[in-house]
């Protein structure tokens, strides 16, 4: 969850798939890390989720640069360890999700931060949120700098990874977050709050976790086919090009 993000109760049946979605990429795509760069990793909340999968001993740095003194010395877990500089070992598994979105030259960050972090062999993650005709004020509130097509975010790694799967997630949420631009075009608020609370009860939260994780299945069945279909975001997985490929381009 982004630092920006306040969340005081239980998480969003939207967050608790996703995180489900892509430690199930982590398992399908990377063959079981010890090592792992979550960046941008916010609160850490997923981090702690993954950690649970990876073999014992295993450690994830969250690298924030948001991160102030007191994000540094709250408690982790053990195996958790929170930096808000960049770190200097590159590991096998590299986490940049939702965090290009945030990144005003992505072009730079891509080749000198986010490339470095990944060890030859290695697995880059990454997930945008999709359709630059959906950014609203929510996105303004969250330091977005736009929204990503899939192609777009192709074109973003291309010159340094090789994309070796893709697809979307949430198609479900498509529809209510166009009806929800809409009304923004119309009513132009003045902003947006930023709130992840959730405090439906269980019955409703049940329902919306299962559509939800329905949602996310369907969309890891179809990213193995031709086939493309949108969603509310997109995601890659991606290895680092070779060094004599990259000075080729």
């Known amino acids: 969850m982004d630092l920006r993000e306040h969340v005081a109760g239980r998480r969003h049946p939207w967050e608790v798939v996703r995180s489900r979605f892509f430690r199930r990429l982590v398992s399908v795509w990377s063959a079981s890390p010890t090592s792992v760069i979550d960046v941008g990793s916010g609160d850490g909340w997923f981090a702690t989720q993954l950690l649970g999968d990876l073999p014992e001993g295993s450690t994830i740095t969250c690298w924030d640069a948001n991160y102030g003194d007191d994000d540094l010395a709250a408690a982790s877990p053990r195996g958790v360890v929170r930096v808000s500089t960049p770190p200097t070992t590159p ?30 062999g290695g697995t880059l993650v990454v997930s945008v949120p999709a359709h630059q005709r959906l950014y609203t004020s929510h996105d303004r509130a969250l330091g977005h700098h736009r929204r990503h097509s899939s192609r777009s975010l192709r074109e973003l790694l291309d010159p340094h990874f090789e994309v070796v799967a893709r697809g979307s997630l949430f198609t479900s949420l498509l529809l209510p977050r166009a009806m929800s631009a809409l009304i923004e075009r119309i009513t132009r608020p003045a902003s947006a709050t930023l709130q992840s609370n959730w405090h439906h009860g269980r019955l409703v939260t049940a329902a919306v976790t299962k559509v939800l994780a329905i949602d996310a299945a369907l969309g ?15 995601w890659v997985v991606a ?7 990259q000075a080729q381009r």
């Open 91 to 120: 590991v096998p598994l590299v986490l940049a999700l939702d965090v290009l979105e945030h990144i005003e030259d992505d072009q730079t960050f891509v080749r000198e931060q986010l490339l470095p972090l990944v060890a030859d």
């Open 220 to 234: 890891l069945m179809v990213s193995r086919t031709p086939v493309r279909v949108p969603g509310l975001s997109v």
């Open 239 to 245: 290895t680092p090009r070779r060094r004599a490929e």
